[in-house]
């Protein structure tokens, strides 16, 4: 199949999440499965920087209301990404900016606009260059009224490729809302400013546009597939997911095993896999150092690697640290994002340094650092679509302490001491007690090292591999064709 992914981040171009991880790797595992992947991203100003010798490929204009706004289109011919096409579109005004979505903590004022000129441009670019699609693969917001382009201003384009798309939600928190002023930018009919399709509550609901248009839908994971259907995880929207919901799907999220594995990991030394542990040893050791923590001996420590949001379960964070003298174990974090979780954080670290570091910074090395010499990974999500740091960490042999929500419940099962099966620490109930005893039960594990060792080695040897999710995503792409009616096209 040739299929386009329209994204607005991946690995290894530009990325703040879990969306870069995702757009970088599940189209290299479908192309390892035979398809022809075209991927299409904003030339944002960190990618213009890095390849200064991309290829112009062709020109558009996408009327943005009157006003026609000039695009290039640059192509990277990668030798080390074979099957896969990767296109830039370039509008300076739009994406030549030190960040993608604004500031830590902050979004652009023209978002809107960024994005309805991206998911057009893609499909001006598309036509130009006589790209022959059989799905259009979107993901969240930003790229959320690709689906609704192909139903209606360009539905002349879908239906001469006998294209389908698949909308994937990777976070209904974000729904890329903005004033109904915007709309007329869309080029859209105001026809399509209705309850039933992209207006809500009189704004523009760019995310309601792709569950709406799209011919499938899926989500990141199994149980948040389910959850959002119910008001407390639908984020207003869990009624328009209803009426979806034969054509709604969760596939779990895979891990890059030749960047995310201690035994080859190129950020960490020294190296370590099951059975040779030393390595892990030194990297804790390391780690400390780096981090300002004093030697911990036999006690724990406990890492997070995080957007600092409040999806992420700072809230209990804050308040467990606030208590940080029951708990005989350091904590470490890194991250960055609102501004008031980041000086809450700082002040618990000055507060208490000799047991918390907080390092407020993006830092992937850093990142690959702490997932190898934390003891414990910690994911309190109030909800996780799927969430990757937990996977990374199993493969670590950093035990993750999560929350039974998204895919944090699919992917961890709860350790169980007389049987010796599972993989972490979980609970649900959204409350720091809660929190605080799953905390004091994996601590007192880490005292027994025999049951400690088992449980580790239980995550070590879970496979979480892109291929499971590609063939998986395979098969919806194959049932959207036939949904169609239509017979897919040869292979190129
Ligand atoms: P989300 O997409 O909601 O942020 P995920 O768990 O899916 O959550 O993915 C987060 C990704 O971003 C992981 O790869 C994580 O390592 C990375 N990440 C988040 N914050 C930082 C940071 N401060 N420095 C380096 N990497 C980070
Ligand atoms: C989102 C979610 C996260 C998920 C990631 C990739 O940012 O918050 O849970 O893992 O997308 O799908």
């Known amino acids: 199949m040739n299929i386009l992914f329209a994204v607005s981040e991946a690995e290894p171009y530009v990325k703040t999440g879990g969306l870069a991880d995702v757009a970088g790797n599940l189209p290299r595992a479908l192309a390892k499965r035979g398809h022809r992947l075209i991927l299409f991203l904003p030339l944002y100003q960190e990618i213009r920087l890095k390849n200064p010798a991309l290829a112009e490929v062709a020109r558009v204009t996408v009327p943005l209301g009157a006003e026609p706004v000039p695009g290039v289109v640059l192509e990277k011919v990668d030798p080390d990404f074979p099957g896969c096409r990767t296109f830039f579109i370039r509008q300076d005004d739009f994406f030549d900016r030190p960040h993608l979505y ?36 979107a993901h969240d917001w930003q790229t959320a009224l690709l ?69 499938i839908l899926n989500t990141v994971s199994p149980t948040y597939s389910r959850e959002i259907l119910q008001a407390e995880f639908g984020f207003g929207l869990e009624g328009v997911l209803q009426q979806r919901r034969n054509e709604l799907f969760g596939i779990l999220n895979g891990v890059d095993y030749d960047i995310w594995d201690p035994a080859v990991d190129p950020y960490i030394s020294p190296h370590y896999r099951i059975g040779r542990m030393s390595g892990k040893k030194r990297c804790k050791e390391k780690l400390l150092q780096k981090c300002g923590l004093p030697v911990l001996g036999a006690r724990p420590l406990v890492g997070m690697v995080s957007r600092l949001v409040n999806q992420k379960g700072f809230d209990l964070i804050l308040e467990l640290l606030d208590a940080i003298d029951c708990f005989d174990c350091a904590f470490f974090f890194l991250g960055t994002g609102e501004k008031e979780i980041e000086k809450q954080l700082a002040d618990r670290a000055r507060a ?19 997932e190898a010499g934390a003891d414990i990974f910690l994911m309190p999500s109030a909800y996780e679509p799927c969430g990757l740091n937990q996977l990374y960490s199993l493969r670590y042999g950093t035990v993750p302490l999560v929350r039974a929500v998204g895919g944090l419940n699919d992917s961890i099962t709860d350790f169980n001491p007389t049987t010796g099966r599972g993989n972490g620490f979980k609970f649900f109930p959204y409350t720091t007690e809660a929190l605080a005893a799953t905390l004091e039960r994996a601590l007192s594990l880490y005292r027994k090292p025999r049951l400690w060792w088992k449980l580790r080695g239980n995550g070590m040897r879970c496979d979480f591999s892109w291929a499971a999710s590609a063939r998986q995503y395979e098969e919806l792409y194959r049932r959207m064709q036939g949904l169609s009616g239509k017979p897919a096209k040869k292979q190129p």
Do not use: M
């Open 102 to 137: 604004g500031p830590p903590g902050e979004e652009y004022p023209d978002n809107g606009p960024r994005f309805i000129f991206f998911c057009r441009a893609i499909l001006e670019a598309v036509k130009q260059l006589g790209l022959e699609i059989d799905i259009y693969h």
């Open 147 to 215: 689906p609704v382009y192909l139903k209606t201003l360009y539905r002349d384009l879908a239906s001469a490729s006998r294209a389908a798309s698949l909308f994937t939600i990777h976070n209904l928190g974000y729904q890329g809302i903005q004033e109904k002023e915007i709309f007329p930018l869309t080029g859209l009919d105001w026809s399509e400013f209705t309850y039933e399709k992209l207006e809500y509550y009189d704004r523009l609901n760019l995310l309601k546009g792709g569950l709406v248009y799209a011919d």
């Open 352 to 370: 208490c340094p000799e047991k918390i570091s907080f390092i407020c910074d993006y830092d992937n090395r850093l990142a690959h650092q702490l």
